[in-house]
């Protein structure tokens, strides 16, 4: 069936450093593509997505390209903050259903 | 808007008793969702709505867990009786159709001692 592998966690990072959070895709067919993203005590939030091979989403400086050709949607910013520490989840809708990975946990150091 | 509201925030209950958790979805969304997050893993669909007829419930666990919503806007899901695996994050969504546009709860953490 349809899912998703995403990196595991925590990954611990310092102030401005690069982040790169992989994410992979199993799918019969064409789905869209999400990131979310869980802060401390709250729900989720969409962070961005791509609905089509190609297209790249963005939001509050990360960015996800949907790579049909190598099945991923890696989670990428230039320069993380301690206020991105959260708890991040690569998900896909096949359908109408959201299909999540297990989410990888984001340490940011001041 | 409103976002989509849940409750009870937080419950603790004795493993063999009863709880529900309450849902009101964005007005005007068709599809509801109530997914259930383990700790350490990604959400986990147990049900999902289209106004108020059932159109996937093939992972939840029917001989303990129930869900209805009526009148095709607020939902109730239902432990009875519970274990202690069921603790965990209970999140409900929903969207405006069932092509996505989803918005997603707090959530309700429930913990069975």
């Known amino acids: 069936g349809d899912s998703v592998t995403q990196m595991e966690g925590p990954v611990t990072l310092s102030e401005e450093a690069f982040l790169t959070i992989n994410c992979t895709y199993t799918?019969?067919?064409?789905?869209?593509l999400f990131w979310y993203v869980q802060y401390p005590g709250e729900g989720l939030q969409l962070l961005l997505k791509?609905?089509?091979?190609?297209d790249k989403g963005s939001n509050k400086g990360f960015e996800a390209t949907y790579r049909k050709e190598t099945t991923s949607f890696h989670l990428e910013k230039g320069s993380v903050q301690v206020s991105d520490s959260a708890v991040y989840f690569c998900?896909?809708?096949?359908?109408?259903?959201?299909?999540f990975g297990k989410g990888t946990r984001l340490h940011i150091l001041p | 808007e409103a976002g989509v509201a849940q409750s009870p925030r937080y419950k603790i209950i004795e493993k063999r008793q009863s709880v529900a958790f309450w849902c009101n979805p964005i007005?005007?969304?068709?599809?509801l969702y109530w997914y259930q997050q383990i700790l350490g893993q990604g959400p986990k669909l147990l049900i999902q709505?289209?106004?108020?007829?059932?159109?996937?419930d093939s992972q939840l666990p029917k001989d303990r867990f129930s869900a209805e919503r009526l009148k095709g806007v607020d939902s109730t899901l239902k432990i009875q009786p519970a274990k202690l695996e069921d603790s965990a994050v209970y999140l409900c969504?929903?969207?405006?159709?069932?092509?996505?546009?989803?918005?997603f709860g707090s959530g309700t953490r429930l913990t069975v001692v």
């Open positions: 709505f289209q106004n108020n007829g059932v159109v996937d």
């Open positions: 791509a609905t089509k091979a190609d």
């Open positions: 998900a896909l809708t096949p359908d109408d259903k959201i299909i």
């Open positions: 799918a019969t067919g064409y789905p869209s």
């Open positions: 969504a929903s969207s405006p159709s069932r092509a996505g546009g989803y918005t």
């Open positions: 007005s005007g969304h068709a599809t």
